[in-house]
């Protein structure tokens, strides 16, 4: 099973705003991914993107690689917190407020899926490994014939004595 992964540094966002846009393609196909990501409407989606396509082109480089993308889907994608700029805005009175200038490191790895087993055998082997149901049997009374109402213990109907 091929697995490669692309990373993009200091991309001018913050970690919790790309998380959002990476929890969106967590376990997709790359090809639904990329879709998802086409008409996601966060600016930070097509630096996504760009990283995805990276992993994929990743992936297609390394030895022992199908040849099919179809089957790419993405394994894990998460960002962590890069080094924040600090900046000074002028506020009333002579003070100044800190501005925080954040950035984020996006991950993505893409994995192969395994090939899909031929349809027959797959058929045999769930036969296989499925158990049979065990035969049941409704209680009964002593007599071996189902009890009336009145006998499992409620109260007699009111004409009923």
């Given at each position: 099973?091929?697995?490669?992964?692309?990373?993009?540094?200091y991309v001018r966002t913050s970690a919790q705003k790309a998380g959002l846009v990476l929890d969106l393609i967590r376990g997709l196909?790359?090809?639904k991914a990329l879709?998802?990501?086409?008409h996601a409407r966060?600016?930070?989606?097509?630096?996504?993107?760009?990283?995805?396509?990276?992993?994929?082109?990743?992936?297609?480089?390394?030895?022992?690689?199908?040849?099919?993308?179809?089957?790419?889907?993405?394994?894990?994608?998460y960002a962590d917190q890069g080094p924040s700029a600090k900046r000074i805005r002028p506020a009333p009175m002579g003070r100044a407020f800190r501005v925080l200038k954040r950035t984020a490191h996006l991950t993505v790895?893409?994995?192969?899926r395994p090939a899909p087993e031929t349809?027959?055998?797959?058929?045999?082997?769930?036969?296989?490994?499925?158990?049979?149901?065990a035969a049941t049997?409704?209680?009964?009374?002593?007599?071996?014939?189902?009890?009336?109402?009145?006998?499992?213990?409620r109260k007699p109907a009111a004409g009923a004595k």
């Open positions: 099973m091929i697995e490669a992964r692309a990373t993009a540094r196909d790359v090809n879709a998802t990501l086409r966060k600016g930070v989606a097509g630096e996504v993107s760009k990283v995805l396509r990276s992993a994929i082109a990743n992936a297609q480089q390394k030895d022992g690689f199908g040849g099919d993308v179809d089957r790419l889907y993405v394994a894990a994608c790895k893409v994995a192969e349809a027959p055998a797959a058929k045999a082997e769930r036969r296989a490994r499925k158990p049979k149901p049997t409704a209680p009964t009374a002593a007599g071996g014939a189902k009890t009336p109402k009145a006998a499992r213990g």
